[in-house]
């Protein structure tokens, strides 16, 4: 992480100039479920190669082969570090949200998509778009166990068998449960369903392997992992990926490219992860993401995963002494999380109060329904009003108490969380 006394920007927001002008700099970001702070081995990688970054698989000169091979290497870093099968392309991306909307524009037509209501945007939505793609929008489980079971149910319902894929989060961006990922393959398998996993929340702070738990596909996002933003990945089996159409044309994607007589253009696209990488490609933000997965497996994930928890406990025992506090559970209070914790406090308006905890205390938080509408619905008690887009909904105006904070029944219309990894200072 940034040095704890290194200053911090002034963003021109009246929020943060009091701490910065207050002569010591006091504040803690804990929303790493949004955007983790890239760790410093990562800015320093970075920050080693920026002044000689060159075009990638494009030039003979010597920049644009040290980029190629930073590029490519950088591949092998995170094929490694997600456990792949030989058979398994990693495909760099934007993020989870473009890795998954690129699997969701390579399904087979008449694939039939499972996925529960509780998963973050960004798992739900890309395949609703998809001609040809049916949803199956499953209820949100209240254990783990219910989680397969109602998993088991749909697929058993499934007639006739064709192409099917489940897409299930590892940990949840909301309550920061784990989902039972092996279990829920072991049903797709079954089935002979396919499985995706969104390991946007679960890659920071757990080990992911590909093969030991035994899905097709996994996604994560680089700013998540501490690395900078703009990359991400998709990783699994090749064949959906290469029986496809590329995700966007154009060069890099290409293999040959000719004009026709007839005045159209063939083109033979590659079969390699390049099928999907069209354009320049990220090549900072890849290697970034390399140097992440390569700090994270050095430091240890038996080490990192009993830091987090002592953080974890910390912070559930911190909240248990305010009794207008409610934290959020889907699994119940007991369940295996990571650092991802969502609550709200009676009478509160959560923005004001994310609000109060970084005007006064200096503690960054996130506040809202967190691109899980639905989830967040029912974790506080399904009300049915229209939020606002993805972040918090529009601001009610007043503050404790008062009209907006709440439905009439005194619920809480959003949530605070507050989400944190092993690499936060103590
Ligand atoms: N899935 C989960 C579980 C997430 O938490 C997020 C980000 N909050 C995403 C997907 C989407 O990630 P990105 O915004 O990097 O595309």
């Known amino acids: 992480v940034p040095e704890a006394d290194a200053p911090l920007p002034v963003l021109g927001s009246d929020v943060l100039v009091p701490l910065v002008t207050g002569g010591e700099v006091a504040y803690a970001a804990l929303d790493y479920a949004a955007s983790a702070p890239a760790l410093r081995r990562v800015w320093d990688d970075v920050a080693a190669y920026a002044p ?28 490694e570090f997600l456990g792949c099968r030989a058979e398994d392309q990693v495909v760099f991306t934007r993020s989870t949200t473009d890795s998954l909307n690129l699997l969701a524009s390579v399904l087979p037509a008449g694939t039939r998509v499972f996925v529960f209501e509780t998963e973050h945007h960004a798992a739900l939505l890309p395949w609703q778009r998809r001609e040809g793609v049916e949803v199956s929008c499953l209820d949100a489980p209240r254990t783990p166990g219910e989680a397969v079971a109602t998993l088991e149910r749909a697929l058993a319902a499934r007639e006739p068998y064709g192409p099917a894929l489940v897409c299930v989060t590892g940990a949840s961006n ?4 784990l989902w039972p990922v092996r279990e829920l393959a072991g049903a797709a398998r079954a089935h002979g369903a396919r499985i995706v996993l969104d390991a946007a929340q679960l890659a920071p702070h757990h080990p992911v392997d590909i093969a030991e738990l035994d899905v097709d596909w996994v996604a994560f996002s680089g700013h998540k992992l501490y690395a900078p933003f703009g990359s991400g990945v998709l990783a699994g089996r090749a064949d959906w990926l290469t029986g496809a159409e590329p995700y966007l044309a154009g060069g890099g994607a290409s293999r040959k490219v000719a004009r026709r007589a007839d005045g159209g253009v063939d083109v033979e696209w590659h079969t390699t992860a390049a099928r999907h990488e069209a354009g320049s490609p990220n090549v900072i933000g890849v290697y970034a993401i390399a140097s992440a997965c390569k700090a994270l497996t050095e430091a240890g994930f038996g080490t990192l995963v009993e830091r987090e928890q002592r953080l974890v406990t910390r912070v559930r025992e911190g909240l248990a002494e305010v009794p207008e506090v409610r934290v959020l559970s889907l699994f119940g209070d007991d369940a295996p999380r990571v650092g991802v914790i969502s609550f709200v406090v009676e009478g509160w308006n959560s923005s004001h109060f994310a609000a109060a905890l970084s005007a006064e205390y200096g503690i960054g938080v996130r506040d809202g329904l967190f691109c899980a509408h639905p989830l967040v619905r029912t974790l506080l008690g399904g009300h049915s009003e229209e939020p606002g887009e993805c972040g918090a909904p529009d601001a009610a105006p007043g503050g404790r108490g008062e009209a907006g904070v709440s439905t009439a029944e005194g619920r809480a219309l959003n949530a605070i969380r507050v989400s944190f990894g092993a690499g936060t200072p103590d």
């Not at 000689?52 to 094929?79: C, K, M, N, P, W």
């Not at 909301?174 to 449960?177: D, I, L, R, S």
């Open 174 to 177: 909301v309550t920061g449960e």
């Open 52 to 79: 000689y970054y060159g075009s990638v698989h494009r030039g003979a000169g010597y920049l644009s082969q040290l980029s190629t091979d930073l590029f490519e290497s950088s591949r092998a870093a995170v094929a």
